[in-house]
């Protein structure tokens, strides 16, 4: 860029001083021995005069088209009639600026603009020299200005106008942004069955899975079950471990009203308790009444505490010394009632039981058997166990001293000699009186 526009400076001044040598040859051939022009101004000497400004006009004309100028003016077709004295000292000046365009000289002085009628009413058809080359020169600068100011962005630019840099941050922020915790999906609800015919279990199983629900076929209770369709209240392990983890325990109506909608529905007309159950089944005993009774009660109860996991017997650590053909179920179910159940009825577990059930009547002779004054001694309420179903069924809480352990009869058989011969020796008595 630089030499293009030295080389278009140099054509701008040689064709000036071309011009400029013709007019001073043809003036010098005009003036007499006093120095004045002695020639008179004819016709024919304005003519060539003309001529040769025209052809250094085309020359200028032919660099500025070169230099792709559209700012051409009409004013520069015409003749120059003479020259500016101070037109060295200006082109001087221009040639020095010219040589660092993008440095400008502290010598230089600002260029004043190419006159124009809007700027000077009184402007002249005819331009001088330095006012050509002014032009000239303004044009090319312009031009190399133009094209330095219109040079488009790069693609970094771009992004760096479009995008602008974060401040970097020197500090951690007070209150971390926190990512939202996923929403927990819904589980389907799970059946357990009883008190059914072996028809109806099939019918409702495979009804509960197509429902999308999920049937727990087992004998005994399951805690992760959630809802438990009975036929008919019985005070059987299943019934009582359900109420005591205060689950949904429904009537089979709930399934056959979820067969016409096409969905599970809400369960609470179909509770057993509630009393669109009980006024539809004015047959059953009372004992039946009062288990479905107390199946809603410990439902609503359980559901209303604070912890998930509380069941009828939160708190109490059981110590059971029962037959082992009955053990399994009562553990069972006061675990799915919250209870802890000791392994076994050893002495040194007195102190962490809170509660002994035992049955002396069906253990075996070599069965172990607690000594209750001992456990009692050290806190333990010793009770029979039928008051676990009592506590879960009856309202109020029934009274605990009626069901204290007395203590453990003798372990010894019925039939052995020592028994038998007091047994003899009763009889032998009675003979006598009788006689007598």
Known sequence: MRENLQRQLQEIMSATKLTTGRRA???????????????????????VGRNGNRRTLEALRVSREAAMDINTEPSQ???????????????????DNLQWPSSPSQNSEPLPPPPTTETCPQFRDSMTDSELVEMAA???????????????????????????????????????????????E??????????????????????????????????????????????????NEKYLAAMAAGKW??????????????????????????????????????????????????????????SEDEGAFSG????LNIDHSRESGFRRLLQSGGAKVLPSPSPSLYREATHLFADFSRLKPGDF???????????????????????????????IQLYYLSEAP??????TPSRKRKAETDDAKLKKTRRN
């Open 186 to 235: 819904k589980q389907p609800p799970r059946f357990q069955l009883s008190s059914l015919s072996p028809q109806e279990r099939i019918d409702y199983s495979h009804l509960i899975e197509q429902l999308g629900g999920v049937v727990l076929d087992k004998q005994s209770f399951d805690p992760s079950c959630t809802h438990i369709v009975v036929g008919t209240p019985l005070r």
């Open 316 to 319: 109490w650590t059981v110590m």
């Open 369 to 399: 058997r607690v000594d209750v004054s001992e456990a009692a001694s050290q806190g333990v309420t010793c009770l029979k166990p039928e008051y676990i179903a009592d506590y879960l069924m009856q309202e109020p809480t029934p009274s």
């Open 138 to 184: 303004c044009d090319v600068i312009d031009q190399h200005m133009g094209q330095k100011c219109t040079t488009p962005p790069t693609k970094e630019q771009e992004n760096d106008l479009l995008t602008p840099e974060a401040p970097s941050i020197a500090f951690p922020l007070a209150n971390p942004p926190v990512a939202p915790e996923p929403e927990e």
């Open 249 to 306: 325990i429904l009537h089979r109506s709930y399934l056959e009203a979820c067969r016409s909608v096409g969905h599970f529905i809400q369960e609470d007309e179909y509770e057993w308790g509630s009393s669109s159950i009980l006024d539809a089944l004015p047959s059953i005993t009372s004992q039946q009444r009062r288990l479905a009774s107390a199946a809603m009660r410990w439902r609503r109860t359980l559901r209303g505490s604070s």
């Open 25 to 47: 040859s043809a003036r010098l051939s005009r003036m007499g021995s006093g120095g004045v022009d002695s020639a008179p101004h004819t016709p024919d000497v304005s003519r």
């Open 410 to 415: 003798s372990e010894e058989n019925p039939n």
């Open 77 to 95: 077709s015409e003749q120059i009639v003479w020259d500016d004295p101070t037109a060295r000292e200006e082109r001087a000046k221009l040639a």
